[in-house]
């Protein structure tokens, strides 16, 4: 089941997976968002992180989609709009 909460955008993750290279990062309304790269097969499969203090606790994002791109440089900016967009949408319900 997590794997298809993890698929769509579903559940938080404590901290950041060991391994995870940040291919760019930016801050947005006290979020700090991170483009994650994910290798499938020869392209990039669209992968961030968006990661808050909260109370004193760092509390972390991960969200996967289906997108994919050959390119890293074309893949960064949809990664880390993206994430803008969930936090618009859901701000920090994501965490819950």
Not at 13 to 24: I, L, Q, R, S, T
Not at 39 to 55: M, N, P, T
Not at 57 to 81: F, G, H, N, V
């Amino acid at each position: 089941m997590s794997f298809w909460k993890n698929l769509f955008g579903g559940g938080a993750a404590k901290n950041e997976p060991a391994g995870d290279k940040v291919m760019d990062q930016e801050s947005y309304k006290g979020f700090l968002i991170k483009a994650i790269e994910m290798k499938a097969g020869s392209e990039f499969q669209l992968a961030g992180l968006i990661e808050k203090d909260v109370g004193g606790e760092l509390k972390s994002y991960r969200y996967i989609r289906a997108e994919r791109m050959a390119s890293r440089d074309d893949l960064i900016p949809l990664a880390l709009a993206k994430g803008r967009q969930i936090i618009d949408e859901q701000g920090e319900q994501i965490f819950r």
